[in-house]
């Protein structure tokens, strides 16, 4: 830095940064002729702007702009990240991330360990501050990079794997620089235990920082969604958003800065950005690419003014060796763990020309500058350092940068693929028809006369006459392909705007057009786009999660009744927007009439397809749920036909055909509107509750003052097709009863029963906290009304007839188990275990004479008695009679199922009766039961 006692003032700082970005604008000027990249040129005239002012005493000035850690961290670093991060394709960044986590975290460690081994062999170097060396210049540096790529124009996936390891590989650096430099500035061993601890606190800092950032930028997406309004509003808070995350994440959490600025700059682009119209879209990201161009402007000025040539010569081969071992450390793990990576994980191919650009793309920039800047001036061997990491950067935007782009056409990575040429050759086709009915036109008006008409129309074809072949068959379906998806898009996103679908909804259709368009460019067949969500999708996959962990809860009873409406709804609202876009996409292509017809056709069928499956699930619920339907049509279009009335005023506004007081009143009105109609997820119609509750046997009989009570504590649950309303092993305390639809019953696998309007299951966890027996699965969209163990037993509590009957009920099946319990095969099991066992025994009443069993013949049941007498006969011999307590049959329960004797009723008796198919189904869940089964099987000790 300039010495202390030169004190800047604050006008001439103003005056010389203005200065500085005059000079960057006239540069981008000249550069335009230049055959290297802006950035590359700025540095440039950096140096010379800095050996001037070393030299020149009326132009040291400039000397007090040099780089400090803060500058770049705290000024450019957040700008610059949150712009590359909010533009980038976060769903191909995602597929990618594995190779990228291993460049940015195991790949530069090694690099690390690489070049302080190089560093301490052939400089023989203390080896703790080649280590710092080695952390600080093995990180490719976001800013360079990113800045490049733009310029070039570099493929996607390549951008996304460059650009992706060096946003995220810096935060990795940094911890391992401070963790190094803690142990040289203590001058302690590192040991293994330091290494476990290094481990934990890059995770704490890497993981820590994306998360604060993902939490600060989806609350931000949901803040300026409902109190902002207006597009300043937007842009200013994504600069907040920016240096705030940076700041709380840095200084106050100790957590990953960077980390934190891309994760919140990722999550904004994802959740906020979809829900703004395109022209304040437009306005912010243009905005962010002037914030862009300035800080890149003044961040490699200031990388030149900080390089002092004449230190860089008197070091010249320390710095030789320095590039050379981080080159070659860069090429050790491109050309080994990237290939390996996609290997191991059947991640798509990463080819050797990529892996080419991807290592001698591996820029150093101010980041690195910035690290070694930090470093305390009384370490021994500070000096060296800096001087080391401005040669290797000088030599990274000198040499690397300016020969990337030969690079990358002498390898052919430029070339347009098959794909882009179609797009090309219709671009050109496009572009001509515009130039001739532009040209047209002035000819029509009389601008022109007609031969000059024909002469620039003449010019013209010239210009966009094409030499490209012609589009091949299968080319030319892919591009009709990516044509339709762009109208999808484009579709979407209307709808999104008026409000017919809701922004969650929408991201999932958005997310499953993406998808579609990564198939047909990997020459797959198109899916199905709008369609019901994939079962694997994200949302699909948490929405099952939360499914899961509600269902069963007392406390989540009114949130599972209101979610499984708005499910519904937005399921209608996915199929409706469905139906407008395949609508819109078969106008598209009938418009288009200069495209193959036979293609055309091909393409137009898909969409007819979709759109008749649509058109037939909405058919589905507006007859499964009919007054649901037109509700919710009703709603739903009303208040769309409102939204679009509000943004057309917002329109005729801001074109100033009404004034401000005109778009007060209309917006007033049409929100008054908007907030009396009643919820669009609003509750299908109830039926009778009562007499459906008065229909279980539990419940059956009790007075209907009773039953109206119980009716009124039973709350109404919507489940979609393939919804588990109960699961197999899981806890439950609630009865269902179907009030309209269909459910199948799963044992395991096993499809065992259907049931529909009226049936009831899960009654006997009104009895206590239950283990379900079955899984049960609503077949087709189904409402079903859930009454709640807790509210049978409130009102228990408050009337005796209630009480009377459950405790009655409780004792009988306390009886029964105490029964189960006295057969010998069953004897000792756990009381959970018998518990099950009696849910699954069924009460069977015989009169006298009636043959309950007969020998010789075979029989997979066992009975006990619970009350009365039964006569057992051999060889129509009476042996023996049996009363209340006793038991019959079990060996059925083993599989010996030819009974031994005949079992006749002697007076009016009530027999507990169990199959060995229920047993059995038991013991596949439960090992102490199949323990005593197979014991019991092999030793046969069974006596009656």
Partial sequence: MHPAEAVVHLPEVVLIIMALLTVAMLAAGVCRNLPIPYTVFLVIIGIVLGTFARNEESMSVLLDFQLTPDIVFFLFLPALLFESAFNLNARQLVRDLVPVLILA???????????????????????????????????????????????????????????????????????????????????????????????????????????????????????????????SAFMVMTIVVAYACFSIAEHILHVSGVMAVVASAITMGMLWVPRISQSAIHTVKETWEVIALVSNSLLFLLVGLSVDMGSLINRMDAIAIAILLVLLSRASTIYTMVPATIKWFSLPHVSLGERHIMWWGGL????????????????PGRDLLLDLTLG?????????????????????????????LAELKQGMIHAGEASSSFINRFYKAGIVSR???????????????????????????????????????????????????????????????????????????????????????????????????????DWAAWLLSRYQNTRLSQRMQRDIAGVLICTSVLEMLDTHLELDEEEREQVAEKYRERLQRRRSRLREIAEDFPDFYVRFE?????????????????????????????????????????????????????????????????????????????????????????????????????????????VSVYKGDKKVAELSDGDFFGEMALLGDQVRTATVKAKHPSTLLRLRRRDVMQLAREGTELRRRLTDIKEERQTQTDLIGIVPLLRGLSSEVLELIVEQTMSVGFKPGDAVMTEGERGDSMFIIIHGVVSVYKAGEHISDLKEGDFFGEMALLGDQVRTATVKIKEQTALLKLSRADILQLAENNPELKERLEEAKASREIVI
């Fill in 105 to 231: 975290v195991p790949a530069l460690l090694i690099s690390t360990a690489f070049i302080a081994v190089g560093l301490w062999f052939f400089l023989e170097m203390d080896f703790t501050l080649a280590l710092l060396f080695g952390a600080l210049i093995s990180a490719t540096d976001p800013v360079a990079v990113i800045s490049l790529f733009k310029e070039l124009g570099a493929p996607e996936r390549l951008t996304i794997l460059v650009e992706g390891e060096s946003l995220l590989n810096d935060a990795t650096a940094i911890v391992v620089f401070k963790i190094i430099l803690l142990f040289a500035l203590s001058g302690a061993a590192f040991t293994w235990a330091d290494a476990g601890s290094a481990v934990l606190d890059f995770f704490e800092v890497f993981i820590g920082g994306a998360l604060v950032g993902a939490v600060i930028g989806f609350a931000l997406s949901e803040f300026l969604y409902k109190l902002f309004s207006g597009t």
């Fill in 364 to 379: 150093k920039g101010g980041l690195a500058i910035a690290i070694v800047l930090s470093v305390p001036e009384d370490l």
């Fill in 392 to 420: 290797v950067v000088m030599f990274s935007l000198l040499v690397n940068a300016p020969t990337i782009k030969p690079l990358m056409k002498k390898l052919g990575i430029d070339k347009l693929t098959d794909d882009e």
């Fill in 451 to 553: 031969s000059t008409e024909q002469l620039i129309q003449k010019n013209t074809d010239e210009v966009f006459a094409s030499d490209i072949p012609a589009i091949q068959r299968a080319q030319g379906i892919r591009h009709m392909r990516f044509g339709a998806l762009r109208t999808e898009f484009d579709e979407l996103k209307k709808l999104h705007d008026i409000g017919l679908i809701q922004h969650y909804t929408y991201l999932d259709i958005r997310n499953n057009i993406q998808r579609d368009r990564e198939r047909i460019a990997a020459s797959e067949g198109p899916g199905d786009s709008t369609d019901i969500a994939s079962k694997t999708g994200l949302f699909i996959t948490v929405e099952n999660a939360l499914l899961r962990a509600i269902r069963e809860h």
């Fill in 634 to 742: 009703t709603n739903l279009f009303t208040q769309v036909a409102l939204t679009a009335a509000r943004l057309h005023a917002e329109e005729d506004h801001h074109d100033g055909e009404i004034g401000a007081k005109a778009l007060v009143r209309i917006e007033s009105m049409i929100h008054e509107a908007i907030s009396t109609l009643p919820p669009v997820t609003e509750a299908a119609p109830r039926l009778d509750a009562s007499e459906l509750i008065g229909t279980v046997p539990l419940l059956n009989g009790l007075p209907t003052e009773v039953l109206d009570q119980l009716s009124e504590c039973a709350k109404s649950v919507t489940f979609l097709a393939g919804d588990i309303v109960i699961g197999e092993g899981e806890r439950g305390d609630a009865l269902y009863i179907i009030t309209h639809g269909v």
